[in-house]
Each structure stands twice: as C-alpha cells, then as structure tokens.
C-alpha cells in the first residue's frame, strides 16, 4: 500500500502563513489521485476543507486553499486564526488500491 | 440538512465482534452520487480508511482489515453498518462513518463514536 506523507508539525503565527505538504511514495501527487483535506478538532466531527485538489465546499473559510506544489498537494492557510489551531489530513486515492490518509499535520497557531 | 450519527456498544471483548451503525439524516443512502464510508482513529495516531460501500452493491474494504470487516446497507432504516470480526485491542478507535463522494474521499462526518477493545 502506498504511503502519504506529511509534515508532523507546523507553526504559524497569528495573521500569518502557512503551506502544509502531502506526498506520495509512488511519486509526484496529481489532479487524478484526487487530494482531500480535513480538519480535526478535540470535540468535533471533522471537517472536509478541500477535494480534488483545489475545491472548497460551501463551509471552507476562504482563507484555506488548495493546490499542487513541488510534486505534493499542498494546503495554504493565509492569516492564520487562533481557532486553526487543528490536525490536519490529507488523503490521497489510488483507484482500486483505495484511499490512504496522510499521517497528519498538527498545527500550533501562536 | 445532512447528519450522520453512529450507533452502537462502546466496550467490545477481545476475539468478539464490533458492530456500529450509522443512521443517516438530510439524505439518502440510495442517492447515486455518493457512497457511503467508514474511518477510524485510534488514541494518539492518524486516520485509517476502513472501506465504503456504493447502494449499487459494490463495497471496497482496505485490504489491511480486508476479511474482517463487512459493510452493508438498509435503505428501509436509511442506515449503513460496519462490522469488525475477531478483534483484538488495535481496534480501539475513534470510529467515524461519513458520506463519500464518488470514490475519492468523505465529503460530510459523524461526529465519531468511541470503541474500546477490552476484557
């Protein structure tokens, strides 16, 4: 099975930037293995920020967007909010192989 | 508005059998655009895709749990289950059943239910 990567841990600043990463050991992540993002907080059901890349779903703050990056799909927060304080995920799909979550991000807002 | 919502024990024996149930709300499972999946997170890691399964009939399993797990589906209760056979205490999770888009990835969550593997 394929693993995905991604960063352990970030920090940003309040009202700064940050890019989370998610790599593939198969290779250069494309459009075509469908990239997700999600936010996890303590106490709530997590939340899908971005599919196939680069779309948002109606509840995405804007500040959160989507993208491909040095052969990774990638995550940019701009002006970062105490309550972005989360793990981070990121899943990948290899067709029939199936889906495989990034092993997380956790990112500190301070 | 959509709402999922698991179900089930939150203390299974070691070598029984987990089962959850997911009731689904602002929805149908029999809706053509959408599967429906199940994902868990044990205490202190990440999140491991369990399987998904399509009212049309077609399920995917991850094949790390492949021939433990089996998904169905009861449109009459707009409900979809999960059950994990011979358990042992890696199966301690955080269980979430979500709707899935196409078969790329969950689009909306259950709030997650907590299962411990324990004698």
């Known amino acids: 099975q394929a693993v995905v990567t991604q960063e352990p841990s970030l920090t940003v600043s309040p009202g700064g930037t940050v890019t989370l990463t998610c790599g593939s050991s198969t290779g250069t992540v494309t459009s075509g293995l469908y990239p997700y993002w999600f936010q996890l907080r303590p106490g709530q059901a997590p939340r899908t920020l971005i599919y196939d890349t680069s779309n948002k779903h109606s509840w995405t703050p804007a500040r959160f967007s989507g993208s491909l990056l040095g052969g990774k799909a990638a995550l940019t927060l701009s002006g970062a909010q105490p309550e972005d304080e989360a793990e981070y995920y990121c899943l990948l799909s290899y067709g029939a192989a199936g889906p495989v979550f990034g092993g997380g991000t956790k990112l500190t807002v301070l | 508005q959509l709402h999922l919502q698991e179900s089930g024990p939150g203390l299974v024996k070691p070598s029984e059998t987990l089962s959850l149930t997911c009731t689904v709300s602002?929805?149908?499972?029999?809706?053509?655009?959408?599967?429906w999946g199940w994902i868990r997170q044990p205490p202190g890691k990440g999140l491991e895709w369990i399987g998904s399964?399509?009212?049309?009939?077609?399920?995917y399993y991850n094949p790390s749990l492949k021939g433990r797990i089996t998904i169905l589906a009861d449109a009459s209760k707009n409900q979809f289950s999960l059950k994990v056979t011979s358990v042992t205490a890696a199966d301690t999770a955080v269980y979430y059943c979500a709707r899935v888009l196409g078969p790329t990835g969950p689009d909306f969550w259950g709030q997650g239910t907590l299962v411990t593997v324990s004698s």
């Open positions: 399964i399509y009212y049309g009939g077609n399920t």
């Open positions: 602002g929805d149908s499972i029999t809706n053509h655009d959408y599967h």
